[in-house]
T-cell receptor, first 114, second 109 residues
Framework: KAGVTQTPRYLIKTRGQQVTLSCSPISGHRSVSWYQQTPGQGLQFLFEYFSETQRNKGNFPGRFSGRQFSNSRSEMNVSTLELGDSALYLC?????????????FGPGTRLTVT | GQNIDQPTEMTATEGAIVQINCTYQTSGFNGLFWYQQHAGEAPTFLSYNVLDGLEEKGRFSSFLSRSKGYSYLLLKELQMKDSASYLCAPIGGYNKLIFGAGTRLAVHP
């Protein structure tokens, strides 16, 4: 079974631009969560989608948004990029919708904002 | 609150046993995961505790006390490849993992 895939793997953007990142979960997984990882703040939860519905959201500004498609693939969008948005963005998929299941992480997208 | 505390760094010798502790504020959490992360790689799942007590999985064991907001990860027969960061992550509902800052473990020969 293929793992979680994320595209692109690396991205360089300029302040003020917007960016869209993509995540394809493991086949059959319906839950996709997004995390931001920075050296200063560690791994922080952005949001979680299950069956195209956002069920949970972290403490990030409205510039961070996401969506999930009917095939469970998910995208996250960051508008009006700031230097502080430079980070590794990880998505994780899970087979079930509850709290009790292992999340499998993708390799991440490393975003650099200049 | 969601304060999660883990030691920042630990060192141990190959073949030894090491225990990594994690404490967290108890409100709103229903269980706890442990993940391993090597530098430059994504986190990989190690263990999950939803009930109090010890879960054993090969060389790794994890313990949880929900009432005390306390967990530990026990690594036995340490190998050089176990040098990595270990992340404690209580579950805040609907697959929302709240990660601690992680413990960097260095295993020496």
């Amino acid at each position: 079974k293929a793992g979680v895939t994320q595209t692109p793997r690396y991205l360089i953007k300029t302040r003020g631009q917007q960016v869209t990142l993509s995540c394809s979960p493991i086949s059959g997984h319906r839950s996709v969560s997004w995390y931001q990882q920075t050296p200063g703040q560690g791994l922080q939860f952005l949001f979680e989608y299950f069956s195209e519905t956002q069920r949970n959201k972290g403490n990030f500004p409205g510039r961070f948004s996401g969506r999930q498609f009917s095939n469970s693939r998910s995208e996250m969008n960051v508008s009006t990029l700031e230097l502080g948005d430079s980070a590794l963005y990880l998505c994780a998929s899970s087979s079930q919708g509850g709290d009790s299941y292992e999340q499998y992480f993708g390799p991440g997208t490393r975003l650099t904002v200049t | 609150g969601q304060n999660i505390d883990q030691p920042t760094e630990m060192t141990a010798t190959e073949g030894a046993i090491v225990q990594i502790n994690c404490t967290y504020q108890t409100s709103g959490f229903n269980g706890l995961f442990w993940y391993q992360q090597h530098a430059g790689e994504a986190p990989t799942f190690l263990s999950y505790n939803v009930l109090d007590g010890l879960e054993e999985k090969g060389r790794f064991s994890s313990f949880l006390s929900r009432s005390k907001g306390y967990s530990y990860l026990l690594l036995k027969e340490l190998q050089m490849k176990d040098s990595a960061s270990y992340l404690c992550a209580p579950i805040g509902g609907y697959n929302k993992l709240i990660f601690g800052a992680g413990t960097r473990l260095a295993v020496h020969p």
